[in-house]
């Protein structure tokens, strides 16, 4: 079943660096994942976009995870670093494995830990 990561480009760092400026953090941590998914084996149907804002902007970097008929999840305060792309991986696979995208808090990575933002359900099929 297919699983869309939609990342909100226009997070930036609450804190910006001094030598990089506005980091765009967002844009930075959908590239990472895009980067980490062409080079995953198992990852076919996880599909990467993007949106202009989504409304997390106490909590950037912003990430969705959705599929049809589970729950769907909100994710914030991602940095754009390999470490926090891996466990959001790690997450994911464990997310398309399951049935109705419920994962057991014992069986979350630490990396995606305290950064959940929201819990949504699925949509009702009609």
Known sequence: MPVDVIVCETCRSPSPDKDTGDVWTGTMFAALLRGALATASDA?????STVRCLMSCRRPCAVVIRSPDRMSYVLGDLPPEPTAVQALLDY???YRRSADGIIPYRDWPAGVKERFVARIPPLPLR
């Open 92 to 94: 994911l696979s464990s």
């Open 44 to 48: 076919e149907d996880v599909s990467v």
